[in-house]
């Protein structure tokens, strides 16, 4: 018996829904989205896989080596041109996507996947890759249901887990980075990325003791990396161990004397340790390494107030005053007039 299509879907074509579909998704126009997808369970039930002729398959053999080879337009002519062959090629597609990847072209990538992973649901990278790429466009809603689709066919990826929890840290959802990070860092203790990043994570919750420890493991993982004494130290000294702070500062500073936030961070603590000719010199070079950093200002004119320099401090106020420091008004108004 055969089967007679709904009418809504003979006078559509296949390609030309997909086509209608994925503009759809890439320029966010949500109503044309359920309308097409709709089009598309249609074509899904109506239709069946056509083996591909072994020309297209020639001219996608051609295309992925030459893509290995980093030759990206010429291995899109194959791609295209097996496509013109056989129009409905998920692997076309998708290798095509792959290329459009590596030349940053996120929009043809998100075109290219949703048509590859709809033609052939066991392409299930097409849809991390998707996500990546709805990533980089900023569609986070779109990017972290392909990512978490994505980690739920292959739960035991490290870098499809860590885009996840990267992604769920971007949008504000620490606690969920966390568990992923957690869950990735069972099976890959010495991913650096992951435990540097889970314990920015745990500094930012004022959880200085785990954030301390994460920061210890990463930097047995890589002990030449100046941001992160930077950030240890910076645990150290919002806890209130500021010579532990300047310890760690003092290694930052060495790797990257470029860095003037690991020169404000040791200045502050030597200040707060009452070391106000060390702050002073600190705050200095932060100054000289960026001259609008505004808080450099109070803190050094703190720094000269404590050290006897009153006329100094009265002019860092000033000037942190005038670049909208409003701390310095009090003290101002207090020491200067």
């Not at 791609?79 to 597609?93: N, R, V």
């Not at 292959?154 to 860590?162: G, M």
Request: glycine share 4%; net charge negative; proline share 2%.
């Amino acid at each position: 018996m055969n089967i007679i299509k709904p009418y809504f879907c003979r006078r559509n074509t296949r390609l030309a829904v997909l086509q209608s579909y994925c503009l759809a998704i890439t320029s966010n126009q949500y109503e044309q989205i359920i309308k097409t997808f709709l089009l598309l369970i249609c074509f899904n039930l109506y239709t069946t896989a056509q083996t591909q002729p072994a020309e297209a398959k020639q001219y996608l053999h051609q295309g992925v080596l030459l893509a290995e080879e980093q030759k990206y337009p010429e291995a899109l002519t194959m791609f295209d041109s097996a496509l013109f062959i056989s129009p409905e090629y998920a692997e076309a597609y998708y290798n095509s996507g792959l290329v459009y990847r590596e030349l940053n072209n996120h929009r043809q990538v998100l075109r290219n996947m949703s048509i590859a992973v709809f033609l052939d649901n066991t392409l299930q990278e097409g849809y991390y890759i998707r996500g990546l790429s709805f990533y980089a466009l900023q569609v986070l809603d779109s990017a972290l249901i392909d990512l978490k689709r994505a980690v739920g066919s292959d739960p035991l990826n490290p870098e499809k887990r860590y885009s996840l929890a990267k992604l769920h840290s971007d949008i504000g959802q620490d606690d969920n980075a966390i568990e992923h990070y957690s869950e990735l860092l069972k099976q890959h203790p010495d991913y650096k990325d992951a435990r540097y990043n889970r314990a920015l994570l745990y500094l930012n919750k004022n959880d200085f003791s785990n954030a301390i420890s994460d920061f210890d493991a990463t930097i047995v993982i890589d002990t030449a990396d100046a941001q992160i004494y930077l950030s240890r130290g910076s645990a150290y000294s919002r806890s209130g161990y500021f010579y532990n702070g300047i310890l760690d500062f003092n290694k930052s500073i060495a790797l990257d004397n470029a860095n003037y936030q690991a020169w404000f961070n040791r200045g502050l603590c030597f200040y707060h340790t009452k070391q106000y000719a060390k702050s002073i010199f600190d705050l200095s070079q932060v100054l000289l390494l960026n001259p609008n950093y505004a808080m450099a200002y109070h803190y050094r004119g703190l720094a000269y107030f404590y050290a006897g320099e009153k006329q100094q401090a009265c002019h860092d106020w000033q000037t942190a005053i005038s670049q909208d420091v409003t701390e310095s008004e009090e003290w101002l108004r207090k020491i200067c007039e």
